[in-house]
């Protein structure tokens, strides 16, 4: 059964990466054991990777989001309006079908709270998906904690990489050349040895 046939009641919603089947891509190429994403809301890219997680019959995918927290944000002018609201009566990652739930471990906090200790506790990734707040501070902040426990060759992705210099700063501190998917505001950065 192709991806978009299976996932097709997934629907799309407000604030989503444009073209998540770029991350089902991804997942069955590296093949991870260990996925972390922080940024769920509807949970639209989550249901792809764990379709993607499914059909290599292997990997786990943990995800941390801070439901609503865009609407902080906005109050403090930290960005425009909010785009990733729930619906009323909708809990995080309200979209992914029950049946890929079993490989999906969500925590429900701030990333400068609650990444590090995940990390710590899974030791190492094969893939870190950044789709939080998406400030300077917060983006560089989760690109640094993750890559200290990918591991070699993994990958670090990130969503709306325009949103400011965070993401080709951090590929420059870290001596890498980003990728830079035109059209999806997805980036992406590889963890090999020089």
């Known amino acids: 059964m192709s991806t978009s046939l299976s996932l097709k009641s997934v629907g799309h919603y407000i ?8 991350l089902y891509i991804i997942v069955r190429k590296i093949q991870p054991s ?3 994403e922080t940024g769920v809301a509807a949970g639209v890219s989550s249901a792809f990777i764990l379709k993607a997680i499914n059909d290599n019959g292997k990997g786990e995918l943990y995800s941390i989001d801070m439901p609503n927290y865009e609407v902080e944000l906005a109050k403090r002018g930290v960005m425009g309006q909010p785009v990733a609201i729930l619906p009323n009566g909708r809990q995080v990652g309200f979209v992914i079908p029950d049946w890929l739930k079993q490989r999906w471990y969500l925590t429900i906090g701030k990333s400068k709270d609650v990444l590090e200790p995940l990390l710590s506790k899974l030791d190492s990734i094969d893939i870190f998906l950044h789709d939080s707040e998406h400030t300077y501070e917060n983006m560089y902040f989760e690109y ?3 890559w200290q426990f990918l591991r070699k060759d993994g990958i670090l992705i990130s969503h709306d990489i325009t949103s400011n210099k965070a993401f080709f ?7 890498r050349k980003p990728i830079h998917m ?8 590889r963890k090999t040895e020089l």
Request: hydrophobic share 45%; charged share 15%.
């Open 169 to 175: 700063d951090f590929a420059h501190k870290v001596n």
């Open 15 to 22: 604030g989503e990466i444009s073209s998540p089947e770029i």
């Open 34 to 36: 260990t996925v972390v």
């Open 182 to 189: 035109f059209g999806s505001g997805i980036g992406a950065v």
């Open 144 to 146: 640094s904690a993750a």
